[in-house]
């Protein structure tokens, strides 16, 4: 390939500065005021702008000149470089459209076996993946209304259940039992229904009516019917002091069956397995223990202003001081039922604290029947401070009969926390041989000690 001409091997002398037009700070305005405050005093006034218009005119000239006699001298090298420049080019586009032209034909051929197919591939993926979803959200919801079925025999076999039988003697035609396994098929679909992030079993199922139908007329109204009946099991247990062992067993049968059913149903979501507690049946039992004591201190409130009466009260308060008792030891026997909601550690965790336990704890004390007296103690004595402070023939009588009312508080109290011995495990002491020395104290001071003499 021909060299193009050298212009400094043809260039001749020249007063004209190329390297000031060359450089790459040049600016025509400065080059211009230069020019014209080289050929003018600054104070001339005006100034005379012909001689550096003349300079600039006659350089240019002397620049085309130049070039008109570098083009002319150099004519034929330059043609020569650039037809030799063109050839090149020409053989760089034909080996150039050569390459395109098999990578068009690559393109094509990559177009008709992977892109097209790629994309019917895409179309059957995608109809397989909607037919998945279609599938998945089928079966979880063929789960669910299995589920649901179930849990409706399940509540049908609860449905003759004769709940309010407070010996436990009743039988009835339902069967206890289901309170349980109701509690766990709503588990089951509880477990389904909330699991609803992307890629788990119930994404999608709150979109469905009959999902939505199976939740609002089968699971809610079946979920509340469970934890009423539970509730009023728990309510209204009662023992007698002659039970049977039969009785106790069918008594004992049906409150383990309530007390599981509320450990299971109580609210379990957005809570942490090691913060969760069973809320609804703590309430229950809570108010189990409160409502007959808060009966008890009314009924032993009036009889002390009422003596006669007083045989009478406190039978009545030893009748619910025995039922907390009888409670109380069942629940030392039921083991804490395994939540299928929780994972294997928290599990581990709960059954590490019995019902009776979480039941002790709630109270803050270390025996419900030694609760229950000292409840009452505290409540009486303020009954006490009013009867003594208002004095008159109720006053009297009763420091007149303090002994006498001592003497049956303290029998009371004896008679109170002796449950039936069926409901004693054998581990444990017999309730006979249990001493309530500190509580008969509690309950005769806070009557004898506010009467005054």
Same mark, same amino acid.
């Given at each position: 390939?021909?060299?193009p ?62 070039i ?10 330059l ?16 080996q ?48 669910c ?36 396994? %109701? ?10 229904l ?12 709150d ?41 106790? &067993? ?9 007390v ?60 619910? %001081? ?5 409670? &109380?030891?069942?629940? &030392?026997?039921i083991e804490?039922p ?31 029947v030694?609760?229950?007296w ?33 003497d ?9 926390g ?36």
């Amino acid at each position: 390939m021909a060299a193009p001409p050298d212009p400094q091997a043809v260039e001749e002398p020249s007063y004209i500065d190329y390297e000031t037009f060359l450089s790459p700070d040049f600016a025509p305005a400065s080059f211009a005021n230069s020019l014209v405050l080289a050929t003018n005093n600054p104070d001339d006034s005006p100034l005379d702008l012909a001689t550096p218009l003349s300079r600039v005119l006659f350089d240019a000239q002397e620049i085309d000149s130049h070039i008109d006699l570098l083009t002319t001298r150099s004519a034929v090298p330059l043609l020569q470089y650039t037809q030799s420049q063109t050839q090149a080019s020409k053989a760089i586009v034909a080996q150039l459209d050569a390459q395109i032209a098999s990578l068009n034909d690559s393109y094509k051929q990559l177009e008709k076996e992977v892109i097209d197919k790629h994309a019917e591939a895409e179309e059957i993926r995608q109809v397989a993946q909607r037919l998945w979803e279609t599938l998945r959200l089928g079966r979880s919801m063929g789960r669910c209304l299995q589920l649901g079925r179930q849990l409706q025999v399940q509540m049908s076999e609860l449905g003759g259940s004769n709940t309010g039988t407070g010996t436990g003697t009743g039988t009835g035609k339902g069967d206890h039992g289901a309170l349980v396994r %109701c509690s766990h098929t709503i588990l089951s679909l509880r477990e389904v229904l909330d699991s609803r992030a992307p890629g788990e079993e119930g994404h999608g199922l709150d979109k469905l009516d009959a999902i939505k139908a199976l939740h609002d007329t089968v699971i809610v109204p079946t979920e509340r019917r469970i934890v009423e009946a539970s509730e009023r099991l728990i309510r209204e247990f009662a023992v007698s002091s002659n039970i049977t062992f039969a009785q106790s &067993e069918e008594t004992r049968s049906r409150l383990t069956s309530a007390v599981s059913a509320l450990y299971l149903l109580s609210p379990s979501a957005g809570i942490q397995p090691d913060k969760w507690s069973p809320k609804l049946l703590l309430q229950a039992l809570e108010t189990y223990v409160r409502s007959p004591l808060q009966a008890s201190t009314a009924a032993l409130s009036r009889s002390l202003g009422q003596l006669p009466t007083l045989d009478k009260s406190l039978a009545e308060v030893v009748s619910h %001081c025995q039922n907390i008792a009888s409670l &109380e030891l069942i629940l &030392e026997t039921i083991e804490t039922p395994t939540h299928p909601l929780f994972p294997a550690p928290a599990k581990k965790k709960q059954q590490q604290h019995s019902l009776y336990q979480l039941l002790l704890s709630r109270f803050e004390t270390s025996s419900l029947v030694s609760y229950f007296w000292r409840t009452m103690a505290s409540n009486i004595s303020t009954r006490v401070q009013e009867i003594a402070t208002r004095g008159g023939i109720v006053a009297r009588t009763l420091r007149t009969n303090k002994n006498v009312v001592g003497d049956a508080i303290r029998q009371a109290v004896v008679r109170g926390g002796q449950a039936p011995n069926v409901f004693a495990s054998s581990k444990k002491k017999p309730v006979a041989e249990a001493s309530w020395d500190r509580e008969i104290a509690v309950m005769v001071g806070s009557v004898l000690n506010n009467i005054g003499r």
